[in-house]
């Protein structure tokens, strides 16, 4: 009975996985354009595309990362690949993460402080669990390393979520980009994130 419900567990956790990856696959897709590196595509961004760049590729490396460091299967027989891949998702982190920092300065004027804050926290943060993460890893604290790469994927995630959440009709209709766009960001995050901590509270009492 054991078996079969951890059996259930590792297939649940398999297609979680799946799904995150090709989602992340296609909202790569969708920001395709900026791959081209034309004037055209980055606009009345062209002076600093390639801040843009870095953060979209940043992001990129990340997103597509998250799922094979967080299967077990591979940490577990590639340890030499795990690290690799580590290494790079937490410099891709870093690099995104410091250039949505200094995009942020540049779309204050437009779109407004509340917009630029919420994102500044948020890229804050992901850079924060990815750190943590890389901390507890050089202490051998493997739990608490788990537990972070788990956050900092949840924050990389976010930028998935509030993109769709941000085109939804329904989202729309709530009113303007800036006035909606602050609270999509802050709810992107911090319920996944809350909902997470609250699912690790019931597997540690479990466990007693």
Not at 27 to 52: C, H, M, Q
Not at 109 to 127: E, N
Not at 160 to 169: R, S
């Amino acid at each position: 009975m054991e078996i079969t419900a951890k059996k259930a567990t590792s297939a649940t956790k398999l297609i979680i996985g799946i799904i995150l990856f090709m989602a992340s696959v296609y909202f790569i897709w969708l920001n395709r354009k900026f791959y081209s590196f034309t004037p055209e595509a980055f606009g009345k961004y062209i002076d600093v595309k390639w801040i843009i760049i870095g953060h979209i590729a940043g992001g990129a490396v990340a997103l597509l990362a998250g799922p094979p460091l967080l299967w077990a299967r591979v940490r577990n027989n590639y340890l030499k690949l795990h690290r690799a891949m580590g290494k790079a998702y937490l410099i891709a982190i870093l690099i995104a993460g410091s250039c949505a920092i200094y995009l942020c300065a540049t779309t204050a004027k437009v779109v407004g402080w509340p917009y630029v804050f919420s994102l500044y926290v948020l890229a804050t943060v992901w850079m924060t669990a990815a750190v943590l993460s890389y901390y507890f890893v050089r202490k051998r604290k493997i739990k608490l390393h788990e537990e972070w790469t788990k956050r900092s994927y949840i924050l990389t995630v976010a930028f998935i979520a509030q993109n769709f959440l941000m085109y939804n009709p329904v989202i729309i209709g709530l009113g303007t980009f800036a006035e909606t766009s602050p609270t999509v960001i802050w709810v992107s995050w911090s319920v996944p994130l809350f909902l997470f901590n609250i699912y690790l509270s019931f597997k540690q009492t479990g466990k007693r």
